[in-house]
């Protein structure tokens, strides 16, 4: 999937990845796409809370062994 920026926020404990997310998508334009790159077991329920109640869209979500992966779309 084509995204406009990649997050690693791998290693990152909650809430630090949410936090990191939130940073990255106020730089973002409408329509661009961040890729997360997540290690924190927490992130799994935490980024699709989040993107629901700012608005945004989880577009896909993956797991590549202990790395979940997550396509957001900015609204």
Do not use: R
Request: charged share 35%; hydrophobic share 40%; proline share 4%.
């Amino acid at each position: 999937m084509e995204s406009t920026k990649v997050l690693d926020a791998k290693g990152l404990a909650c809430p630090m990845p949410v936090v990191k997310v939130k940073k990255e998508m106020d730089q973002l334009q409408s329509g661009d796409i961040l890729e997360v790159l997540a290690t924190d077991k927490g992130a799994k329920s935490d980024i699709p809370a989040w993107a629901k109640s700012s608005g945004n869209e989880i577009i896909k979500e993956d797991q590549e062994d202990s790395v979940l992966k997550f396509w957001i779309k900015k609204a």
